[in-house]
Every structure is written in C-alpha cells, then in structure tokens.
T-cell receptor, first 113, second 114 residues
Framework: QKEVEQNSGPLSVPEGAIASLNCTYS??????FFWYRQYSGKSPELIMS????GDKEDGRFTAQLNKASQYVSLLIRDSQPSDSATYLC?????????????FGRGTQLTVWP | GAGVSQSPSNKVTEKGKDVELRCDPI?????LYWYRQSLGQGLEFLIY????????KSGLPSDRFSAERTGGSVSTLTIQRTQQEDSAVYLC????????????FGSGTQLSVL
C-alpha cells in the first residue's frame, strides 16, 4: 500500500493564528491530492483538492503541492475553534490503482480561544 | 437518498461469528469504496467498485473479508469468523465516477468484536 505520511500531532494553535499541516507521499506518479476534515465521531468530508504544482486557495484554506518533493500541505489562516478536527491527507493512485484514495493517519488540530 | 447510508450504525458480535455490513450509496454514483478506520488511525483502503468493472479487492486484509455490490448500487461487506482485531469503524463512500472525484462518506458502522 502506498505510503502517505502526515506530520505528527496533535497541533495546537491559538484562535486567529495560521495552522500548517504537512503531508508527504511515496508514490512519485501520484497525480491527485486531497485534504479531508474529520470531526470527532464523524465521517471525513472533503475540504480541498489539488492537482497541479503550486498553491490553491479557497477562503481561509490554501493547499500547496510540490510534486518534485512529493509534498503537499494545507494552511488554515485565521484559525477558528470550529476548525478543531483531524485533517486527513489523501493521495490518488494511477493506472490500475486510479480509483483508490490512500489516506494518511491524520493530524489532530486544536484551535483554542 | 440524500447521502450515503450505512447500516447498522453499531454492531457488537462475538469472536468467530459472521457479520454483514450494508452500504447504500448516493443514487447515480458509480464508484463505491469501503475503508476501515481503527481508533486513532487513518483510513485503510479495503475494496473499490467502479461500475460493472471487476472490483479492486487488493486492500482486503484476509480471505475472511468479502464484498459484493448488487445491481451497481447497494453493497455488502461480509466478515467471516470475526476476530478482535476486526474491531473498527467501517466506512463506505461513493463518488460519481471514481478516480479524481470527491468521495462522500457514510456515517460508518462501529464494529466491536468481543
């Protein structure tokens, strides 16, 4: 199984700060990258997808992708207590494994008021 | 329905018993996935169905696990002779086409094997 690694947590930031979540992946041919948010006791929900090198911004969220370094990150600006959740990085396969999403273990984020 | 529906939401069983978990995907979604999430762990891929193609079963951890999808819609994950290490939340997800599509997850089945 392809390896998706996330920076160990938990991560704790004050309200209003920038939270930085990192993810590396082992399969050099991976093409699609996703960030899912999972609240405690709930199912994951997609918050960002990115397919090309560079930055992609959506509101307070910015995904960054560097395929050469096999690295993808998620920045949350102006963090809010409601952002407290586990963030899962997911990487898509290619070819025969195109349909699969491989998930990291997640980074638990706590935003304190 | 409006979302991915899974049943039961909780299942407690004794070691050695068989269990069946059900998933009803969003209408019109051709791709269906099963994942397993143990406490404090990420999502472990189990199996993937795409349309009428042969399923990708490569994530099933042992031959005690099997899954089928009838009529391109409802799926059942069966675990035979359950073991304590099978205890986890089993999540089903569907997407419109698979591949790069957004996954919609069900609320999961919490399986506890005593």
């Amino acid at each position: 199984q392809k390896e998706v690694e996330q920076n160990s947590g938990p991560l704790s930031v004050p309200e209003g700060a920038i939270a930085s979540l990192n993810c590396t992946y082992s399969d050099r041919v991976s093409q699609s990258f996703f960030w899912y948010r999972q609240y405690s006791g709930k199912s994951p929900e997609l918050i960002m997808s990115i397919y090309s090198n560079g930055d992609k911004e959506d509101g307070r969220f910015t995904a960054q992708l560097n395929k050469a370094s096999q690295y993808v990150s998620l920045l949350i600006r102006d963090s809010q207590p409601s952002d407290s959740a586990t963030y899962l990085c997911a990487v898509n396969g290619r070819g025969s494994t195109l349909g699969r999403l491989y998930f990291g273990r997640g980074t638990q984020l706590t935003v304190w008021p | 329905g409006a979302g991915v529906s899974q049943s039961p939401s909780n299942k407690v069983t004794e070691k050695g018993k068989d269990v069946e978990l059900r998933c009803d995907p969003i209408s019109g979604h051709t791709a269906l996935y099963w994942y397993r999430q143990s406490l404090g762990q990420g999502l472990e891929f189990l199996i993937y169905f795409q349309g009428n193609s042969a399923p990708d079963k490569s994530g099933l951890p042992s031959d005690r696990f099997s899954a089928e999808r009838t009529g391109g819609s409802v799926s059942t994950l069966t675990i035979q002779r359950t073991q304590q290490e099978d205890s986890a939340v089993y999540l089903c997800a569907s997407s419109f086409q698979g591949g790069n599509e957004k996954l919609f997850f069900g609320s999961g089945t919490q399986l506890s094997v005593l």
